[in-house]
């Protein structure tokens, strides 16, 4: 499942630089001016995130914690970074949002479990 079938096609327009794409895992480049309309469509199709710089869910942190050792050979979270795990049609996906410090651009990962 690709960005365009999670959160439709005329988002994924806003796709600035597509890095990498299999059918396992995908790597794209957005604007941050764009990041809060990724998010709603993310929490709408998969869940709040695991954990975000706005908030910590309060879900079982043995789930967080599987999540976290889930992100780390596609990099991990750092502090700032956001964490969606969730299941959308019969599908398992890891989402990592990375922020840049330019503060102009985001990476999102997205791997297929």
């Given at each position: ?41 993310l ?5 709040p ?40 049609n ?24």
């Amino acid at each position: 499942m690709n960005f365009e079938t999670l959160v439709g096609k005329e988002l994924c327009s806003s796709i600035f630089e597509l890095r990498e794409n299999t059918d396992s895992y995908e790597e794209v480049v957005v604007l941050s001016q764009d990041i809060s309309t990724w998010k709603t469509l993310l929490t709408e199709k998969l869940g709040p995130p695991l954990l975000s710089p706005e908030k910590y869910n309060d879900q079982d942190s043995s789930k967080i914690d599987a999540a976290l050792q889930l992100s780390e050979p596609f990099g991990g979270i750092a502090e700032g970074q956001t964490l969606y795990h969730g299941t959308y049609n019969s599908t398992v996906i890891l989402i990592m949002i990375w922020p840049w410090q330019n503060n102009i651009n985001v990476t999102l990962k997205k791997a297929i479990l």
